[in-house]
């Protein structure tokens, strides 16, 4: 059974980093060719997607985090980065991964910023 495992969030101060992982699990498939995306809940509110690589490699970012997270891929270990650079306090919630191969999501890992 496929799994989509998030991992690297914690809790950091404003302007902090954090490196947030995907690797997917049960599947000799490339199931990241046909498009990943990282998505962001913050407390309260519904899911949106942050940061995105499509089939053609092309990057697309929410404008709230362009320029300060970038999504990498490296699809021969079926995994995904999320670098998250110059947090801020609304950044805080639960970040999942997801693929448009199959429609899978991980679990979600919690990153909280608060001074």
């Known amino acids: 059974q496929v799994q989509l495992v998030e991992s690297g969030g914690g809790m950091v101060q404003p302007g902090k980093s954090l490196r947030l992982s995907c690797a997917a699990r049960?599947?000799?498939?490339?199931?990241?060719?046909?498009?990943v995306g990282w998505y962001h809940q913050a407390p309260g509110k519904q899911r949106e997607e942050v940061a995105s690589?499509?089939?053609?490699?092309?990057?697309n970012y929410a404008d709230s985090v362009k320029g300060r997270f970038s999504i990498s891929s490296n699809f021969a270990n079926n995994s995904i980065d999320l670098q998250m650079n110059s947090l801020k306090p609304e950044d805080t919630g639960i970040y999942f991964c997801y693929t448009n191969l199959g429609g899978y999501w991980g679990q979600g890992t919690q990153v909280t910023v608060s001074p």
């Open positions: 690589i499509n089939k053609n490699l092309q990057k």
């Open positions: 049960g599947t000799r498939f490339d199931i990241f060719s046909m498009g």
